[in-house]
């Protein structure tokens, strides 16, 4: 997996996408193809989540175009995800579908709010090794969740998705002006109609709407109660989603080599949810594989196509319901099973050798993690606390105290003083013999916490109740700041 490019670059503009008619076609067809591979997944989440289909659909409708106009990350789609689902679903079911709706608009709520508090940045705190677990996690999950369309089919199932995967690895050493997923999916379909065969079709994931969304305000009491009720998932919800369309950004930056507006892409996030949520949908995030067909397998780049994937979801299914419920899964499992062979960071696998173990086990804990739960917000999480806890004790071992062999009063302190490292730094003195003054010389270690300073004090406790003193020299800024605040003071 390559690593987040440097270079100040910004994607291409709506506006220099209508002017450029190669790179509109681009867009156009992206949008296209992203809208097909969106209708399966967003009926599959809300049956998931025990809800009418279309209101998976209208989550992908309002989600994809509103994020496309406020997000921060051109090119990238979002929609009715899995993981919100996972989520969301316990308010319907224990309270019904407005609690669930008034759920979507107060996550989207505490997202806005937390994109301006600038929860955004702390992004970085994430290591390379959780980003390359959440990816190949990310594969497998995509890969697994085609395997309900592969078992117990019609036979004729299978060379199809075979066929479809042969067209969009070979197609485009013809063209790469039209999407290849497109071109599988339409004769996909041609050939099934044709055949007149019997097949799992789109059709049978779910009703298509008629109609188009209408806002409106959910009933439900405004209360401290409701609150009470829809607070934590509202909170879940709000996390999550963030979560994962951040690494999502982080994922398409690698991609097309230019930057996200992090911040702006999670208030775009929260405001998406909320009009999402006015208008009936079950909310949502960035979405995955979705973008990964969007800006891997189509090209495109600008945020028409995000926008273009939604209008073309929504005027598909109402307008051409009964036409797009006719289109095979084998065509849209073949494009997926493409989207997770390419989504995997094969060369993890190469480079494990070489990796230090605690990073090796970073990337494994956040794999099965995500695997196991399902849920890539746990994998990310678990990853992040394995790689601090990891560092932590690293760290903490590169802590040294040498005694001068030609000053028995001096001590050396090397390395970082925290939590970890400074729990024996007491036991590391000899306090029952040498002078009656003693100096340890700081100059090659930094102070960084409370704990630090309170060890600290501990060796000037043990010096006095042998009878001497000590002196604490060549305290940096950070160390002197510390020391000169709770020196003394935290018992």
């Known amino acids: 997996m390559p690593t987040t490019p440097q270079a100040d670059r910004r994607a291409p503009s709506v506006l220099s996408a209508l002017r450029d008619p190669r790179l509109l076609s681009v867009e156009v067809l992206g949008g296209l ?9 967003s009926l599959s989440f809300a049956i998931v989540a025990g809800l009418d289909p279309r209101m998976g659909l209208y989550a992908a409708f309002t989600m994809a175009c509103a994020t496309a106009v406020l997000g921060g990350r051109p090119a990238m789609v979002s929609g009715a995800a899995g993981s919100i689902a996972l989520v969301i679903f316990p308010v319907a079911r224990d309270h019904g579908v407005d609690f669930l709706i008034a759920t979507v608009i107060l996550g989207g709520m505490l997202q806005m709010l937390l994109g301006g508090l600038g929860v955004a940045r702390l992004m970085r705190f994430i290591p390379r090794s959780v980003m390359v677990g959440f990816v190949d996690a990310l594969a497998i999950l995509i890969f697994s969740a085609q395997l309900p369309q592969l078992i117990g089919v019609p036979w004729l199932v299978y060379p199809l998705v075979v066929a479809g995967v042969a067209v969009i690895v070979l197609f485009p050493r013809l063209t790469r002006r039209i999407p290849a997923p497109l071109v599988t999916i339409l004769l996909i379909t041609l050939a099934v109609v044709s055949l007149g065969a019997d097949v799992p079709t789109v059709g049978d994931q779910g009703a298509l709407p008629h109609s188009l969304p209408v806002p409106g305000i959910p009933h439900v009491p405004l209360t401290l109660h409701t609150l009470e009720i829809i607070a934590p998932y509202a909170v879940a919800m709000a996390l999550v989603g963030l979560m994962e369309s951040l690494l999502t950004a982080n994922l398409v930056d690698d991609i097309t080599r230019t930057r996200t507006s992090r911040t702006r892409e999670a208030l775009g996030q929260g405001a998406a949810n909320v009009i999402t949520g006015v208008f009936g949908g079950m909310g949502g995030c960035a979405m995955i ?30 307008a051409l319901g009964d036409t797009v419920g006719r289109i095979p899964m084998a065509a849209l499992v073949a494009v997926m099973l493409v989207v997770a062979a390419t989504t995997f960071d094969w ?3 190469r480079t494990l050798p070489l990796m230090p173990r605690s990073e090796t086990l970073v990337l494994l804990v956040t794999v099965l993690g995500t695997v196991l739960t399902d849920n890539l917000a746990v994998g990310v999480i678990l990853g992040v606390i394995t790689a601090a806890v990891a560092f932590a004790r690293r760290v903490a071992h590169m802590t040294e105290v040498v005694r001068d062999p030609g000053d028995p009063g001096r001590y050396r302190v090397r390395g970082q003083l925290f939590f970890a490292s400074s729990n024996d730094l007491v036991e590391q003195f000899d306090y029952d013999s040498g002078p009656s003054h003693v100096t340890v010389d700081l100059s090659g270690a930094t102070v960084w916490d409370a704990s630090s300073v309170a060890a600290l004090d501990g060796v000037r406790e043990q010096y006095h109740r042998a009878g001497r003193t000590v002196e604490f020299s060549g305290l940096d800024r950070i160390s002197d700041h510390y020391v000169q605040r709770l020196g003394g003071r935290l018992g």
């Not at 193809?33 to 997944?41: C, M, S």
């Open 289 to 318: 594989g979705q973008t990964i067909v969007n800006v891997k397998q189509a090209g495109a780049r600008t945020r028409l196509s995000s926008f273009l994937a939604g209008a073309f979801l929504i005027t598909l299914s109402v």
């Open 33 to 41: 193809v992203t809208a097909f591979a969106l209708i399966p997944e």
């Open 347 to 349: 060369h993890s696998l």
